[in-house]
């Protein structure tokens, strides 16, 4: 028997063979965003933490040259 005298559709054949197929499964792009956020942020905000906090010594560098 010939594949043209076949009494199976081959359209059908195909559109079980797409639903027996099993999912793609995609991946997501929102954990690693907002990872990449929130490690800007906290960079952000250390900088910033650095650059308004107060020195650290109270006597100028000047004062203690020899």
């Given at each position: 028997m010939?594949?043209?005298?076949?009494?199976?559709?081959?359209?059908?054949?195909?559109?079980?063979?797409?639903l027996?197929?099993?999912?793609?499964?995609?991946?997501?792009?929102?954990?690693?965003?907002?990872?990449?956020?929130?490690?800007?942020?906290?960079?952000?905000?250390?900088?910033?933490?650095?650059?308004?906090?107060?020195?650290?010594?109270?006597?100028?560098?000047?004062?203690?040259?020899?």
């Amino acid at each position: 028997m010939t594949p043209a005298d076949s009494a199976l559709d081959p359209d059908q054949l195909a559109y079980a063979r797409t639903l027996l197929r099993p999912p793609v499964v995609r991946e997501r792009a929102w954990p690693a965003l907002a990872a990449a956020a929130f490690a800007a942020v906290a960079a952000l905000s250390l900088a910033a933490a650095m650059i308004t906090a107060p020195p650290v010594t109270t006597t100028h560098v000047v004062d203690r040259a020899p």
